[in-house]
């Protein structure tokens, strides 16, 4: 009988510390879920900047290239190609500034 009860209290603090484990474990998933959402959210906002960043550098390499397209269509034909050497100035190689 003794045997018996002691068993039982046995039982019965193992379910009981079961349920506190279980209990922690529960809080501990709860709060990496929450870790976890605030990750994503963090991520999707990083998304959006980046997204916003590459599409002004996108909208302007479309404004570069646009006005270097039409410096070149209205640049005369006879007047000579600027030199891009480091010394060299627009006004002594191009015949628009004469």
Same mark, same amino acid.
Request: charged share 20%.
């Given at each position: 009988?003794?045997?018996?009860?002691? %068993?039982?209290?046995?039982? +019965?603090?193992?379910? #009981?510390?079961?349920?506190?484990?279980? &209990?922690?474990?529960?809080?501990?998933? =709860?709060?990496?879920?929450?870790?976890?959402?605030?990750?994503?959210?963090?991520?999707?906002? %990083?998304?959006?900047?980046? +997204?916003?960043?590459? #599409?002004?550098?996108?909208?302007?390499? &479309?404004?570069?290239?646009?006005?270097? =397209?039409?410096?070149?269509?209205?640049?005369?034909?006879?007047?000579?190609?600027?030199?891009?050497?480091?010394?060299?100035?627009?006004?002594?190689?191009?015949?628009?500034?004469?």
């Amino acid at each position: 009988m003794a045997h018996e009860d002691a %068993q039982d209290q046995c039982k +019965e603090a193992w379910n #009981q510390h079961s349920e506190v484990r279980d &209990q922690a474990d529960w809080e501990f998933w =709860a709060q990496l879920l929450a870790l976890m959402y605030e990750w994503v959210k963090a991520l999707q906002e %990083q998304t959006t900047v980046l +997204e916003r960043a590459v #599409q002004a550098t996108g909208n302007d390499c &479309q404004v570069l290239d646009t006005i270097l =397209a039409l410096a070149i269509i209205f640049m005369p034909t006879h007047c000579p190609t600027p030199d891009p050497s480091p010394g060299c100035s627009l006004e002594a190689t191009c015949c628009l500034a004469a």
